[in-house]
């Protein structure tokens, strides 16, 4: 049957296993697999451009002797590309932690049936097509995701945490004077300023972390596999660079922002939605119960 290719780029000094899984999913004579075998790292990051590959899989033998710096390297180099490590028992822990590092899932050598090959393949296939709808789901102004898109990724972000015993921080900012910056800049002005704290917001998490717009005056922040940097830190971050950025604007007066932290363990039974919604309904809150709650929250940190 003809049709579009499903392209993979395959990385591995002994891939035979993985290879013989995806070729008995898309078997011959009417595969449309097409599968590009590489054995190095280096080779691998020079395969990308040419192979365009719509998912990539990795064996961590081959990153030897940092095995997440070769995760973090191919990361990089295709950001938007998903990416599937594989590994040996004995370096589960790395295969583990490498969704932390820019995996969005991991295999075991000796367990690489079809059937897990067809679940991580089609959460692959599912994020390719989220990134695809992305663009429909970002924010004009400042180019962060809307509260839809957000949401999306959010909720995706805590399947895999819970997968994987990971833990999220949730950062939730409300711009207060954005009523007056509208009226004392006007709509262009003002727009300016959303993009500066978008910016600002931007320069205090990482490229793997996830940033949303969810309304005129309301940002977020996700933090993936954050345990380190804590919610404290993230929340000390945020409003020392606001302060920063405040002392050196002279054009206009300050940018005024409420902050608010939420932190998710996989035993925590709530949806993304569920989550989101506590964060954000801190800042609705009176600023002397707002603090109160992050005393509170931060000492229920500590106590973790």
């Known amino acids: 049957m003809a049709g579009k290719k499903f392209r993979v780029l395959l990385a591995g000094g002994s891939p035979g296993e993985a290879a013989e899984s995806l070729r008995a999913l898309y078997p011959w004579p009417d595969s449309t697999l097409e599968l590009s075998l590489v054995s190095t790292l280096s080779m691998l990051v020079a395969t990308i451009e040419l192979a365009a590959p719509e998912t990539i899989f990795l064996d961590l033998s081959i990153g030897r002797p940092d095995p997440l710096e070769a995760v973090r390297r191919v990361h990089r180099a295709a950001p938007s590309i998903p990416l599937i490590v594989f590994a040996g028992l004995a370096d589960k822990s790395y295969a583990t932690r490498s969704l932390s590092e820019g995996a969005i899932d991991y295999l075991l050598k000796g367990f690489m049936d079809t059937r897990t090959f067809e679940r991580v393949l089609r959460t692959a296939l599912e994020r ?9 789901l970002r924010d004009q102004v400042t180019g962060l995701y809307n509260r839809d898109g957000f949401t999306a990724l959010g909720t995706r972000s805590m399947e895999t945490a819970r997968r994987s015993g990971g833990m999220l921080v949730l950062v939730c900012a409300l711009l207060e004077n954005y009523s007056a910056l509208q009226e004392e800049l006007g709509s262009i002005g003002c727009e300016q300023a959303v993009r500066e704290t978008a910016g600002l917001a931007g320069s205090c998490f990482r490229r793997s972390d996830f940033l949303g717009r969810l309304g005129e005056a309301q ?8 345990a380190e940097p804590s919610a404290t830190v993230l929340r000390q971050r945020v409003e020392s660079r606001l302060a920063m950025h405040n002392q050196s ?10 902050v608010s932290v939420g932190y998710w363990g996989a035993n925590d039974t709530r949806s993304f939605p569920e989550f989101l919604d506590a964060v954000e309904s801190e800042l609705r809150q009176p600023e002397a119960v707002l603090s109160q709650a ?4 931060e000492s229920a940190l500590e106590r973790q």
Do not use: K, W, Y
């Open 249 to 258: 604007c002279q054009l206009r007066g300050p940018l005024a922002m409420r």
């Open 294 to 297: 992050a005393t509170h929250h």
């Open 128 to 136: 390719n097509i989220l990134e695809g709808l992305a663009d429909l």
């Open 219 to 226: 940002f977020a922040a996700l933090a993936v596999d954050a």
